[in-house]
């Protein structure tokens, strides 16, 4: 029996996302992890839902990754990047490049997600900048309510306005513009109205606007909702008709989670600016880029600064870079695809019943993310525990328990996801038996 942790010594002086230091939730402490499953340090083994928030695709303990690593580590842990380069950084870049859309020719590396968000949205403030002077006014965002984009500044403006953390933050935080969230659900026709409220947003203040942001087809943290490729095809027509920078936010959904390699290839549309990041090292270090066009470079270069203003400690971290190219390479094989149609598919046929529980209010299945959304926001602490006790790992939040496993993950391992989901779901009775919300879990974060 391994030694247990020390978790008087967590709760009291250690954060965790989304938590009080007063009123710790209950944690698991985790061994190790390998293939599609954490072991615990009591040594109980759950079968991983959640691809440690979308980033682990791959699986634990990849050979590939950990020796791409391994070599890097002893050869070049780190280096600035101010007046430096190296191979991972170009052979990252390059991989990149190949793998999105052709217009996307620059590649900004940073730390994480948010970042990534924080670099889209000063790059389309900076190319504003950079055209003649009745255009320089473009400075604010527009984006869609119910979506996630990270947790730093910027990011948080963007972020659903209702659920998530503007109002905590007050006038620190800049006020942007919201349309509706898309209407039309994946597979859908395009409602005829879905876009009404964008264009007259668009038409009536497109010279005070400098892009707009949107997680394209799935809308994550904010509310799993997968929206019609027909939407994000119209608003890209949108931005292109008032002038407007179009900045997708991949980091979720980039790299095959929703069928696709990128979601934009659903609506077969290309971005001005991306984000990528989570799955990006396939979950083995933090890394993220934006990628722009050499539109934006270029306007970028003629604003008054004349070059990009940002440039983080860590920026092209060869370690990370050599991760991001061996989990790269292996999503270049190809094996996904394969992968998450099956997972699809096996979701769609396990969790379509969950429907039929009084607690469920839908049951939504995309690629590989599966969604049971409930009527009440749940106890994420309570249903945690009842998971770890089932042996499985997933972490519902607000009023939502879905899963976003692994690709390698087996059909056996699978079934034992979606049938602890249901076993869970079907524990809920409505109404009054339902626990208070914990306050960490009501409010919109991926947490
Ligand atoms: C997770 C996420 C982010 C933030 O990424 P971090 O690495 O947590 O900063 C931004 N946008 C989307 C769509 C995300 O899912």
Same mark, same amino acid.
């Given at each position: 029996m391994r030694n247990l942790l020390d978790f008087d010594f967590d709760s009291t002086h250690i954060w965790h996302p989304y938590t009080s230091m007063t009123h710790s939730l209950p944690v698991f402490g985790v061994h190790s992890a390998k293939g599609c499953e954490l072991e615990l340090v009591d040594g109980r083994r759950l079968v991983d839902g959640t691809s440690s928030w979308w980033a682990c695709v791959h699986g634990y303990g990849h050979p590939e990754i950990i020796g791409a690593m391994e070599k890097q580590l002893h050869q070049l842990s780190h280096v600035m990047f101010g007046g430096i380069t190296h191979a991972p950084a170009i052979e990252l870049c390059k991989k990149l490049i190949a793998m999105t859309? #052709?217009?996307?020719t620059k590649v900004f590396l940073c730390d994480s997600g948010s970042i990534a968000v924080e670099v889209a949205i000063k790059m389309a403030l900076q190319y504003w900048q950079g055209q003649p002077q009745d255009k320089a006014q473009k400075q604010r965002i527009l984006t869609v309510k119910k979506g996630y984009h990270g947790d730093t500044f910027a990011a948080m403006s963007v972020c659903d306005p209702e659920g998530g953390m503007h109002t905590m933050f007050g006038e620190t935080v800049t006020k942007q513009c919201f349309a509706d969230a898309? +209407?039309? +659900? $994946? &597979? #859908?026709?395009?409602?005829?109205?879905?876009l009404a409220q964008m264009r007259g947003i668009l038409s009536e203040q497109h010279s005070d606007i400098a892009a707009v942001i949107i997680e394209p087809i799935m809308q994550g943290a904010g509310g799993m909702r997968f929206y019609s490729p027909e939407y994000l095809l119209g608003l890209r027509k949108l931005c292109d008709e008032f002038n407007v920078l179009l900045i997708l936010d #991949?980091? !979720?959904?980039?790299?095959? +989670?929703?069928?696709?390699? $990128? !979601?934009?290839e659903h609506a077969n549309i290309t971005p001005d600016i991306l984000c990528l990041g989570k799955a990006l090292t396939g979950g083995y270090i933090s890394l993220a880029a934006t990628l722009c066009t050499d539109k934006v470079a270029q306007g970028i270069s003629q604003s008054p600064a004349g070059v990009f203003m940002h440039g983080p400690? $860590?920026? &092209?971290n060869p370690l990370a870079c050599a991760a991001a190219c061996a989990s790269l390479d292996l999503i270049n094989r190809n094996e996904w695809q394969a992968q998450v149609v099956a997972i699809e598919q096996q979701m769609r046929l396990e969790l379509k019943d969950a429907i039929d529980l009084p607690s469920v209010k839908d049951v939504r299945v995309l690629g590989a993310v599966g969604v049971l959304e409930m009527h009440e926001p749940v106890n994420t602490a309570e249903l945690q525990q009842q998971f770890v006790d089932l042996g499985v790992w997933v972490r519902p939040f607000a009023n939502l328990i879905y899963i976003m496993p692994p690709y390698i993950i087996t059909p056996m391992q699978l079934s034992q996801l979606t049938g602890a989901m249901k076993q869970v779901a079907a524990r809920i009775t409505l109404a009054d038996d339902i626990a208070p919300t914990q306050a960490t879990a009501s409010f919109i974060s991926h947490g």
């Open positions: 859309c #052709e217009p996307l898309p +209407r039309t +659900r $994946f &597979g #859908e026709a395009l409602h005829p109205d879905d #991949e980091i !979720a959904t980039g790299f095959g +989670r929703t069928g696709k390699l $990128f !979601a934009y400690t $860590f920026m &092209g």
